[in-house]
């Protein structure tokens, strides 16, 4: 019976903390949020449901894909997240998963983004190609890869992280730039589950500089091209 009653408290106590992570706010509060620019944007519907409109700098992750919670596991726990879906039910379960994985900071959108279009503000359409810049490397690949340069930096990321899509160009840049001094490459966190465990990335995008195949340097999250190159032309 103690034993019970404890066990009781305990889930109970679990239950408020968590709870303490989670806002549940209306669409004129969210999109003030949002415009802070100080955040994560995570739209978690479909992507048949992505494809007819979202809100613009979302990162997408299905709530139905078997694969949720470890791509969750993925983003940077250190920032505010604010997530949504079509009628608030599944980003209501998204948060309280995301709470438990230690994220402290989440607001959920009330009414989800039905919510959003009936307020008049405005959504977005995907008219992006696919990245053929990309790579899904097994970590012996991956380690070849560092072998055959004796600098290369890497840019852990995937297709559905926002921060991940505004890095690419840039360092696509710096691939080029860079060409026959370091490499550049960019892996794909998701589809190379064996590397990113492996070199324990979380909070894509990651970036990670290694010298003659050891790691000298990391950094996660947005970072700007100029403080890159100042990073690169210090071990070149």
């Known amino acids: 019976m103690i034993r019970s009653l404890f066990t009781g408290a305990i889930i109970m106590l679990t239950s408020m903390v968590f709870a303490q992570n989670i806002s549940n ?58 997530v949504y879906c079509a009628s608030g039910g599944r980003s209501s379960g998204a948060v309280k998963t995301m709470a438990q994985l230690g994220f402290n900071d989440l607001y959920n959108l009330n009414g989800g983004i039905r919510a959003w279009q009936a307020a008049n503000f405005p959504i977005t359409k995907s008219t992006a190609k696919a990245d053929k810049n990309i790579r899904s490397l097994s970590l012996e690949e991956f380690r070849s890869k560092l072998g055959g340069q004796q600098l290369v930096l890497v840019d852990f990321h995937t297709v559905w992280c926002a ?9 696509d840049e710096l691939q080029n730039e860079y060409k026959g001094r370091a490499g550049v490459l960019r892996v794909d966190a998701d589809k190379s589950k064996e590397v990113a465990n492996h070199y324990k990335v979380v909070g894509v995008p990651v970036f990670i500089l290694y010298k003659s195949g050891k790691a000298v340097w990391r950094h996660t999250g947005i970072i700007g091209k100029k403080e890159l190159q100042q990073i690169i032309d210090q071990h070149l």
């Open 25 to 82: 706010v209306g669409v004129e509060e969210f999109r003030k949020l949002i415009g802070s620019n100080n955040g994560i944007i995570l739209d978690v519907r479909t992507p048949e449901e992505v494809a007819g409109g979202y809100i613009e700098g979302a990162s997408f992750i299905n709530y139905y894909d078997p694969d949720f919670k470890r791509k969750i596991g993925l983003m940077q726990k250190d920032k505010p997240v604010y």
């Open 163 to 171: 921060p991940c899509k505004k890095m690419a160009p840039i360092v």
